[in-house]
């Protein structure tokens, strides 16, 4: 593999370590074979002080200014903001320890987390990497090409990650047909995984929504879901559900109904003509809110009745000013980017019936924000969010959110309930 010494097209800054040393060192190819890393260059920081991934040979991201924003009820501040010269960032992936960023280039780019150390870059032989999906050890990603590529995380800080295989699988030279029938014909837009079926779901521009059987590399299963391009899938967890939105407004059900395949149609649900972006579901033992982003700026949620299984409008949640283009739920909180370059955070209180209130405006951005992720922090210290942001201004963000003690989340009563049982049994 040759050492990849083009300039990198993004740039970094961190607010609250302004003189950070990033390192450099190795890429890693989107080959047939496995990637092999290559001697590192030399690096502005001691080649001990980080771990040896496949590094971008200069930083591509430019420092970008951390704007102040005025006090919210919760508080709420920029960690890290980058900045991309070269096209808009389309995906974004979180784990544990990795960030990772697609954009309209053939890279997606990775940062060691909590510090957000740049790590390097996958290269893929196509760009246009509109999706990201972290599962377990894999990362799946797709590209213009019309596939899905599947990486594994790499299992220590000083190795790399290793493309594990291309979906749909590539075909000899001299097979016929040259088209494989299993490949989508447009842009693929969204991703999702059943992690008890251990199936993937892919959603195209191409209206249609495929299955694949990752274990055994094929596709199981394809139909026309929508009547527009399909814009967002989740899952499910417990049940096997599969939701799907489109741009013709509406959201779809689905059930598998034999073990090997066939999904059918159990529901749809569309309370407004409006093209739909986004979907998020939020789960708990008690209950089960699905929420979709339309363009008109709404955000509706339904409910699963205990009993049917049926899911009722509960309602809609007026804010945004422009279209939502993303949402994220972490226990009973939710996230959403619009249009407007906000993103805002919400609470449902289960307590009181369909019960949602606003705790903040995040007002960073100065363009559309196209995806966003978050996570609850693990420092005792500090109860709050790490919310991640990536918007069509070419800016990828980290923010810290300070939890008010008010507003406890499910996760926080949880955390009691744990310490309050220990408390009783030292007893």
């Not at 929420?291 to 804010?319: A, C, M, P, V």
């Amino acid at each position: 593999m040759e050492f990849r010494g083009e300039e990198n097209p993004w740039k970094f800054v961190d607010g609250e370590r302004s003189d950070v040393n990033l390192p450099r060192g190795l890429s890693f190819d989107d080959n047939e074979g496995d990637s092999q890393p290559t001697s590192p260059r030399t690096s502005c920081a001691s080649a001990a002080s980080f771990p040896v991934w496949g590094m971008s040979p200069e930083t591509p991201w430019p420092r970008s200014p951390i704007h102040a924003s005025s006090p919210r009820p919760l508080q709420y501040h920029c960690l890290a903001s980058f900045h991309r010269n070269e096209g808009n960032i389309y995906s974004i992936a979180v784990t544990k320890d990795f960030l990772f960023a697609g954009s309209s280039s053939c890279r997606v780019h990775a940062w060691k987390l909590p510090d957000c150390i740049e790590m390097g870059y996958i290269k893929a032989t196509t760009g246009e990497i509109q999706a990201l999906l972290a599962c377990g050890k894999l990362l799946f990603t797709t590209h213009g090409d019309c596939r899905i590529r599947a990486w594994e995380m790499p299992p220590t800080e000083n190795s790399i990650p290793k493309k594990k295989m291309t979906l749909p699988q590539r075909r000899s030279f001299f097979s016929y047909p040259k088209k494989n029938k299993h490949q989508h014909k447009d842009c693929i837009s969204c991703l999702a995984y059943d992690k008890r079926e251990k199936l993937l779901f892919t959603g195209s521009w191409d209206q249609t929504v495929k299955v694949w059987k990752i274990s055994e590399k094929r596709c199981i299963d394809s139909f026309e879901a929508h009547e527009g391009c399909v814009s967002a899938i989740v899952i499910n967890q417990d049940d096997g559900c599969v939701f799907t939105s489109s741009s013709d407004g509406t959201i779809k059900i689905w059930r598998r109904v034999s073990r090997e395949s066939s999904y059918i149609l159990m529901m749809i649900l569309k309370f407004q003509p409006s093209p739909i972006n986004a979907l998020a579901l939020s789960q708990s033992p008690s209950v089960s809110f699905l929420y979709s982003g339309s363009s008109d700026g709404l955000i509706n949620f339904w409910e699963k009745e205990t009993g049917s299984g049926r899911y009722n409008h509960g309602g809609s949640l007026q804010g945004h000013h422009f279209a939502v283009l993303c949402l994220v739920t972490i226990d009973d909180l939710l996230l959403s980017g619009s249009e407007d370059a906000t993103i805002r955070i919400w609470k449902r209180d289960d307590a009181k019936y369909y019960s949602h209130s606003s705790l903040v405006v995040i007002d960073g951005h100065h363009g559309p924000v196209k995806c966003l992720a978050a996570a609850m922090e693990t420092n005792e210290s500090v109860k709050g969010l790490l919310v991640y942001s990536a918007s069509l201004d070419q800016t990828l963000k980290v923010w810290q959110v300070k939890v008010n003690p008010a507003h406890k989340t499910n996760w926080d009563r949880s955390k009691d309930e744990n310490s309050s049982q220990k408390l009783q049994s030292a007893k």
